[in-house]
């Protein structure tokens, strides 16, 4: 976000109340479910009413903190949930996925053909040794295939671990040694924008340093020639023809792991967040509706991958638990035309879009036109999620895409927390342009200062969450102690976002940003910790610093400051090159938009890197305090240089 913008964010105070059009028909009309919601397990216990349990729970919090049990006792399957019980009356027939690929196929499946496929997908999983408890690892392009994979994995209690399509090989390759996959579902290739992405490629690279995955099945999608192992690899097509259609769905207990999904951290190496089957189902599938008011003929489209948790949670689980149709597009915003996204709603009469303010931003770039040339009458709701919305893009897509009418649901909420946490709740909640407004029922967050105090209105600190909540992430994949220090130590007891914050007047909260070495880019994280070591890994980069700049599409972007080996020749291609670099080995999204090359980087006396320098040297601010600096010269050095580098 530019300063400016982020000023503009905190002196918001345009009010805009729920239509009453919206707000008379909206599933949850009475405000007083927020204090409801206080009785956190009582109304926790309440929700978790609304899945199907093969066993019903003991107790519905056991909370030994940092560790919690959900639903303790409880027995249920997630793809039961989002499938089965659906087949009982009049959803059987309906719609669950809407598929529209890049070159404009159209594909759907109901919910009926949608129970079969997943049924014999884990019917050919199992008849490849996958068993309760097993890893696979799902890399693949925005295809419901994807999806039936993640609901076979579920279906057996194999967790699965989507490593999104746009990771390099080696990105690939961590995340399948960090959760030892067993089985491999990936498919030729990916469409962007035309071009073909090498999935099945990336993974026979992937796997030349892990011996022990046995089976590669891959989807045929882009058509080109792919080698096929023999013994290891199979083709989607010819292994679900034959397999049975009857798959008993396993019983899981509520605690057991549903999915593995790595996001970055502060340190170099990526962390496997755990969800668990109980929380998580109640969670997901409790926001879900009541947050995109979900009813029986809306078509829903989120447009995030599945790649990412916000397509887990509400591409997937939450939207299918609920019954609901679910748009799946595969490509880009602006392909063919930069009025893709207009037409597909125009086409389909979607009538709620989940969306990122990264989105919003290039579509204003783009200009009204655009939207102006398409029937969006059918859109009732809108929303928001991965990063802080400006609100000048945010009155944007009020005007623009909403028409006015449809109220903006932004939502906060991050991979470990698995559910939106705060929300308005549109047919209730008066909005604010620029802030997700308050805590979504039963849950609890809070502003604390350095101390871990709560702050008064109108002042700013760390955002917290004091409570458990359904959702939670039960763990980092084989690290409880990662898990316990990272987020539960910073301030004892009370889980640490990472995020900085404000408290309003009103009790509205308005997210700034990140407040560790993560970058948010394009509603993306990225530790600057995995960038700095994709540099460092290049054979000419002797020590890296990364930090992220305002970019007014982006929200962030990636800015490098390098220093060379002794005696490295400098040449044209160099930048060029090290960017190249940082694609390969972590992804494009990953590649850094500047690189300045310096001979030191900022130092404190004790060898620290002063990355809050060189954030403000990137956005070209005032510098804060140097008075701890090693070497006050280099600064100096960094200043005066960069306008000619860049
Ligand atoms: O900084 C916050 C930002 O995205 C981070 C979580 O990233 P990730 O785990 O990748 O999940 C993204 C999708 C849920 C948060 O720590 N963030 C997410 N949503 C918002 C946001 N910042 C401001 N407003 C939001 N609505």
Redesign the pocket.
């Known amino acids: 976000m530019e300063e400016k913008q982020r000023e503009g964010l905190m002196e918001e105070n345009r009010l805009f109340f729920p239509p009453n059009e919206f707000s008379s028909k909206a599933i949850i009309q009475n405000p007083e479910i927020y204090e409801l919601g206080q009785d956190r397990e009582m109304f926790w216990s309440e929700q978790g009413k609304r899945l199907d349990w093969f066993k019903p729970w003991d107790t519905v919090l056991e909370w030994n903190p940092p560790f919690a049990k959900w639903y303790a006792g409880g027995k249920l399957n997630a793809a039961y949930n989002c499938l089965d019980r659906h087949l009982k009356g009049a959803r059987r027939n309906k719609a669950a996925l809407i598929f529209e690929g890049e070159l404009g196929e159209r594909r759907v499946l109901t919910y009926q053909d949608l129970y079969r496929e997943v049924a014999q997908f884990a019917n050919v999983l199992k008849s490849y040794g996958v068993e309760k408890g097993d890893r696979v690892a799902i890399y693949m392009p925005m295809i419901p295939e994807a999806v039936i994979a993640m609901l076979a994995c579920a279906r057996l209690g194999a967790p699965h671990n989507v490593v999104f399509g746009g990771f390099s090989y080696e990105a690939l390759r961590d995340r399948i040694l960090d959760s030892q996959a067993k089985v491999v579902v990936t498919s030729d290739g990916s469409y962007r924008r035309g071009n073909i992405i090498p999935l099945k490629e990336n993974v026979d690279q992937a796997l030349r340093s892990v011996t022990w995955v046995e089976k590669v099945i891959v989807v045929q999608r882009t058509g080109q020639p792919v080698e096929m192992q023999v013994g290891r690899d199979a083709w989607y097509h010819e292994v679900i023809k034959n397999a049975s259609m009857v798959c008993p769905a396993e019983p899981m207990d509520a605690d057991d792991m549903l999915f593995i999904l790595y ?1 970055s951290g502060t340190t170099g190496k990526p962390k496997g967040i755990v969800h668990t089957v109980g929380g998580y189902m109640v969670g997901v599938s409790t926001t879900h509706e009541w947050v995109f008011d979900l009813k029986e003929e809306d078509v829903y489209w989120c447009t ?1 991958d599945v790649g ?3 397509g887990h949670s509400y591409l997937v689980y939450g939207p299918l638990s609920n019954g609901a149709t679910v748009l799946m597009y595969e490509g880009a915003p602006d392909f063919p035309e930069k009025d893709r996204y207009w037409e597909i709603i125009e086409k389909y009469g979607v009538s709620i879009l989940y969306t990122a303010p990264t989105a919003i931003r290039s579509f204003m770039k783009w200009g009204e036109s655009h939207p102006l040339g398409r029937d969006l009458s059918s859109l009732r709701l809108l929303g ?6 400006n609100p000048e893009a945010w009155m944007w897509y009020y005007k623009h895409i909403g028409g006015e009418r449809c109220p903006i649901v ?8 698995g559910m939106i946490m ?1 929300t308005p709740v549109p047919g209730i909640t008066p909005m604010k342009p620029g802030s ?1 407004t308050t805590p979504f029922p039963g849950v609890h967050l809070e502003v604390v200062n350095h101390g871990g105090e709560p702050v008064q209105k109108g002042e700013g600190g760390y955002l917290v969450v004091r409570e458990p909540w359904p959702a939670m992430f039960k763990t980092v994949y084989g690290d409880n102690k990662r898990y316990e220090d990272t987020y539960w130590g910073q301030f004892p007891g009370v889980y640490f ?3 900085e914050a404000k408290w309003d007047d009103d009790g509205y909260f308005w ?1 700034i ?2 407040v560790d070495d ?1 970058i ?1 880019v394009s ?3 990225i530790g600057t910790a995995e960038v700095e070591g994709a540099l460092v890994d290049h054979p000419a980069v002797a020590e890296a610093a990364c930090v992220g700049r305002v970019h007014e599409i982006k929200g962030q972007a990636v800015f490098a400051f390098v220093s060379l080996k002794e005696g490295v020749v400098i040449h044209d291609q160099l930048i060029a090159d090290l960017k190249a670099h940082v694609a390969l080995k972590i992804g494009s999204l990953a590649r850094p938009d500047d690189i300045f090359l310096t001979d030191e980087l900022p130092k404190t006396r004790s060898g620290k890197i002063m990355r809050r320098l060189l954030k403000d040297i990137a956005e070209g601010r005032a510098l804060g305090d140097t008075s701890t600096l090693a070497d006050a010269a280099v600064v100096n050095f960094l200043k005066r240089n960069l306008k000619d580098q860049k």
Do not use: L
């Not at 932004?410 to 927390?417: A, K, N, R, S």
């Open positions: 996001t995030a990412w948790i916000t928001s999620v991965g990063e802080p919305i932004d939502t906060w909420w991050q991979t470990e927390t705060m997700c976002t990472g995020d997210v940003g990140r993560v948010n509603g993306h994280r």
